[in-house]
């Protein structure tokens, strides 16, 4: 799976909206990605040291990217690094037998 640190600061929106780590939580679970309020927490608190993250003093806690925050640019992947990356690292036979039997297994065989 896709770094779950990496996952909760991709689902936060930028200011003047804001989310609160149980609706994050309750996203992340959708997404089959168990995780406790307090690491959720914690993360945030490790991130905004690092990024133009910002949590608002309100209860329960809202977060959001700074207004002035660039984009994220993740580099140019090539098609079986996106693929990995997609499918958190496992490998992409998986993925693709799941999803796209007919399409992509051919190329990865």
């Given at each position: 799976?896709?770094?779950?640190?990496?996952?909760?600061?991709?689902?936060?929106?930028?200011?003047?909206?804001?989310?609160?780590?149980?609706t994050?939580?309750?996203?992340?679970?959708?997404?089959?990605?168990?995780?406790?309020?307090?690491?959720?927490?914690?993360?945030?608190?490790?991130?905004?040291?690092?990024?133009?993250?910002?949590?608002?003093?309100?209860?329960p806690?809202?977060?959001?990217?700074?207004?002035?925050?660039?984009?994220?640019?993740?580099?140019?992947l090539?098609?079986?690094?996106?693929l990995?990356?997609?499918?958190?690292?496992?490998?992409?036979?998986?993925?693709?037998?799941?999803r796209?039997?007919?399409l992509?297994?051919?190329?990865?065989?």
């Open positions: 799976m896709v770094n779950d640190t990496l996952l909760r600061q991709w689902m936060i929106p930028r200011l003047p909206r804001k989310i609160d780590t149980l994050l939580q309750s996203k992340l679970e959708q997404q089959d990605y168990r995780i406790d309020v307090r690491t959720i927490q914690r993360d945030l608190n490790k991130l905004s040291r690092a990024l133009p993250l910002i949590g608002d003093e309100a209860r806690q809202g977060w959001s990217w700074r207004a002035d925050a660039k984009a994220l640019d993740v580099p140019a090539d098609p079986q690094e996106a990995a990356f997609q499918n958190g690292g496992s490998p992409p036979q998986t993925f693709v037998a799941d796209y039997p007919e992509s297994a051919p190329v990865l065989r």
